[in-house]
């Protein structure tokens, strides 16, 4: 097992200083407080609207005339967008220069949010949303390569845990924002406010990018690995889409047809990237990472965090709607001291790494659980006449338990990655996070609503919050596996 620490030296990009310029020094860092505050706002974007969208369904469903399927569609069209192309994503910015692919993402997101909010109808929205999740895509693991490149030491892991608490306060903001959006109807536009808020915030980002953000690649750029992109495209579609629409659909035959390719098209990617590296060209996902004892044991406790949290995500957002009959505004509400908590535990981290290593981690996850576990017995006692208050408690320390588990597991899949590696590391790493939350919405969101008509909307949310809790355990173990030193 690996006892790397966490802040461990790794080698840094070659300078791409202008000619002229003062050299990097570490008074002169290379991205600044002003550059890492614009590639985590960059980061927040396509983040928030992987969950913004949740709590303005039912308006879109009204105004567009939208079937269950559809509606599917616009959740899954962008995150299926969004996973299946990331790692190809960070690849280029590996190699065309991650500030470029930073710029060219940025306006490609606030282009394709305007079209969001202009969709006319609900397959016009679906497109958008597809290719919204493509820009994301380009634009995310920029963000994360940059700072693996741009700092080292201290300034990268405050830098690495500040991204972490952006990715886990993102996502509940997302639908704490949407709620508001929705709820205000700024100028009559209802829901179309929760894409179009993206264009000018976009704009500001690029803007401030073009100044404040260096340019970083690859010192040895390779061409793109087209059999691998299309077989790893392939295999995350056949995954992704019928779990998360099949369910809507009635699962049709192309539903299990496509399941049922799966397994090939992820053991033909498998093959091809291991005869790629052996033969010495350069596979879309080198077999190598996967060989880094921190990449792997941080991988593993990625995907049942992202499983867990985006079932829950989506599961409160339907329970305290259809359930509480909270408003979109109340239902935001509801998730801010998740926000709050998630955000100041993630600031904490880095401290409280130095003193404990992985037992932070471990801590973090029991205190998830025991998180779940207040709110599930809150529910069982308090329904349906639950208070937004009386959600507060539980939901603050689910926050504290996340907040110390999320930016302390990137920290580890990063640390000990090589800079010429930093974009498809990035890229590996997201994708992981983002087919997690996936999956959570279509497993732990399938039993919620397969459920409901027997069980009732209470008893179906207590059955979606005591697995995700068994998740949790499960993680809680992986955990043991951590490298034990993590400063």
């Known amino acids: 097992m690996s006892r790397t620490p966490?802040?461990?030296?790794?080698?840094?990009?070659?300078?791409?200083?202008p000619a002229g310029a003062p050299p990097r020094t570490a008074a002169n860092p290379l991205l600044t407080p002003l550059g890492l505050l614009t590639v985590l706002l960059g980061a927040a974007l396509p983040m928030i609207d992987f969950f913004i969208v949740n709590v303005a369904l039912p308006t879109i469903e009204r105004d567009l005339h939208a079937g269950p399927a559809t509606l599917e569609m616009v959740v899954a069209g962008y995150g299926v967008a969004y996973a299946t192309l990331l790692v190809l994503g960070g690849?280029?910015?590996?190699?065309?220069?991650?500030?470029?692919?930073?710029?060219?993402?940025?306006?490609?997101?606030?282009?394709?949010?305007?079209?969001?909010?202009?969709?006319?109808?609900?397959?016009?929205?679906?497109?958008?949303r597809v290719t919204q999740g493509a820009a994301a895509a380009l634009l995310l693991p920029q963000v994360?390569?940059?700072?693996?490149?741009?700092?080292?030491?201290?300034?990268r892991a405050k830098a690495l845990s500040l991204y972490g608490g952006t990715?886990?306060?993102?996502?509940?903001?997302?639908?704490?924002?949407?709620?508001?959006?929705?709820?205000?109807?700024?100028?009559?536009?209802?829901?179309?406010?929760?894409?179009?808020?993206?264009?000018?915030?976009?704009?500001?980002a690029w803007l401030l990018a073009a100044r404040t953000v260096p340019e970083t690649r690859s010192p040895h750029p390779s061409r793109v690995d087209g059999p691998g992109t299309v077989l790893l495209a392939v295999a995350l579609v056949a995954l992704l889409l019928p779990l998360t629409e099949g369910r809507a659909a009635g699962w049709p035959l192309w539903s299990w047809l496509l399941l049922a390719v799966f397994p090939f098209a992820a053991g033909a990617f498998v093959a091809v990237e291991r005869a790629a590296e052996r033969t010495g060209r350069t596979p879309l996902?080198?077999?190598?990472?996967?060989?880094?004892?921190?990449?792997?044991?941080?991988l593993a406790m990625i995907v049942p965090f992202s499983v867990g949290f985006g079932g829950f995500m989506f599961v409160v957002a339907v329970a305290l709607q259809s359930g509480l009959r909270y408003g979109p505004l109340a239902a935001g509400v509801s998730l801010v001291p998740l926000c709050l908590a998630f955000f100041l535990a993630s600031l904490a981290g880095p401290r409280l790494v130095a003193r404990f290593g992985r037992k932070v981690v471990i801590t973090g996850s029991l205190i998830q659980g025991t998180g779940l576990a207040a709110l599930a017995l809150t529910v069982h006692a308090g329904w349906p006449g639950l208070p937004v208050a009386a959600l507060a408690p539980s939901m603050t320390v689910l926050g504290v338990g996340q907040g110390l588990v999320l930016p302390v597991l990137m920290r580890i899949v990063l640390s000990e990655l090589p800079v010429t590696q930093a974009g498809v590391?990035?890229?590996v790493m997201v994708t992981t996070q983002q087919s997690g939350l996936a999956l959570g919405v279509a497993t732990l969101g399938t039993l919620f609503l397969a459920l409901l008509p027997s069980a009732g909307i209470r008893d179906a949310f207590?059955?979606?919050l005591l697995t995700q809790l068994v998740?949790?355990?499960?993680?809680?173990?992986?955990?043991?596996?951590?490298?034990?030193?993590?400063?």
């Open 6 to 17: 966490i802040a461990s030296t790794v080698p840094t990009a070659p300078s791409t200083t």
């Open 144 to 155: 994360l390569a940059t700072i693996q490149a741009a700092t080292t030491g201290k300034r």
């Open 425 to 427: 590391g990035g890229g």
């Open 471 to 487: 998740i949790v355990l499960g993680t809680t173990l992986l955990g043991l596996r951590l490298p034990r030193a993590l400063r």
């Open 167 to 204: 990715a886990g306060v993102s996502s509940a903001v997302g639908q704490v924002l949407g709620g508001l959006l929705v709820s205000v109807d700024l100028a009559g536009s209802g829901w179309r406010a929760v894409f179009l808020v993206n264009v000018p915030i976009a704009a500001a």
């Open 285 to 298: 996902v080198p077999p190598s990472l996967f060989r880094i004892p921190s990449v792997r044991s941080g």
């Open 462 to 464: 207590l059955a979606a």
């Open 91 to 128: 690849r280029l910015g590996d190699i065309a220069g991650r500030r470029r692919l930073f710029l060219w993402g940025l306006a490609a997101f606030g282009l394709t949010s305007l079209a969001c909010g202009l969709a006319p109808d609900a397959w016009t929205l679906v497109a958008a």
